[in-house]
């Protein structure tokens, strides 16, 4: 009987100050300002799109060398690329100015930069007449750099 008495008490002595505890640092926590919310935006260098765009490429890969379909793996990757880049910079590239790019265009250059890179990872994942489009259009473009 000594002994329950002798429990119950260091119980409350050991709860109550651990129950007090949490209940203020609960309490500061609220009146505290979010920080991740206000952080200024910085705009996506070359070393960002570099390891976005090869994550991307790497869930391609992977993705249909586990048999899911090219084109639904491309769409994951792709959103996957975008969303990264419009919630950690504000679609903003820094190499394009300190204008946010607008959605679709987020998304074409995704898809193409993740294919691209696809091709030189896993070219046997890229079906044929896809790895010939981009083929098409990258040669078209290093003929107008020319």
Known sequence: MQLKLIYSKLLKVICTPLFLSFLLLDMSSIN??????????????????YLYKGI??????????AGVEFKKATGIATATYVQVLEGKHGGIVKELGKKKIEREKLFAGAEFQIVTTA???CP?????????????IMDKNFKNKK
């Not at 046997?124 to 098409?136: M, T």
């Open 32 to 49: 505290n300002e979010i920080y991740a919310n206000n952080k200024k935006l910085l705009p996506a260098n070359d070393d960002d799109l």
């Open 56 to 65: 991307g490429a790497s869930y391609l890969c992977i993705a249909t060398k």
């Open 119 to 121: 091709m030189q990872y």
């Open 124 to 136: 046997d994942n890229v079906p044929k007449d896809i790895s010939e489009k981009v083929e098409k």
